[in-house]
Nanobody
Framework: QVQLAEAGGGLVQAGGSLRLSCAASGRTFSTYDMGWFRQAPGKEREFVALLRRGGSTYYADSVKGRFTISRDNNKNTLYLQMDSLRPEDTAVYYC?????????????????WGQGTQVTVSS
């Protein structure tokens, strides 16, 4: 089992940057595929990015070229570097863990979730 806790959200102006982190408990973090999702008010949760344990990544078109997902297995931590932020990036951001090979763009593929961190981008 994995417990996840996000941090790093906040208020930023359009064009600015934030780095989210997701601290994982347990000694098996490195074995999981990891993902970031977000949910804006009144909208469904949507996929943002994933990082498989082998190192391959995949991004939603809306964030490609602006966001970067990475992990530090020694620190049991997942990151999301967000640059060139836009007001439409405003949402609660969640990290999630999936069994190896299971990660994808659908939230049902993920077994463990954090509590979320709010990101607000002002225009």
């Amino acid at each position: 089992q994995v417990q996840l806790a996000e941090a790093g959200g906040g208020l930023v102006q359009a064009g600015g940057s934030l780095r989210l982190s997701c601290a994982a408990s347990g000694r098996t973090f490195s074995t999981y595929d990891m993902g970031w999702f977000r949910q804006a008010p009144g909208k469904e949760r949507e996929f943002v990015a994933l990082l498989r344990r082998g190192g391959s990544t995949y991004y939603a078109d809306s964030v490609k070229g602006r966001f970067t997902i990475s992990r530090d297995n020694n620190k049991n931590t997942l990151y999301l570097q967000m640059d060139s932020l836009r007001p439409e990036d405003t949402a609660v951001y969640y990290c999630a863990a999936a069994r190896p090979g299971a990660a994808g763009i659908y939230s049902a593929a993920y077994d463990y979730w954090g509590q979320g961190t709010q990101v607000t981008v002002s225009s």
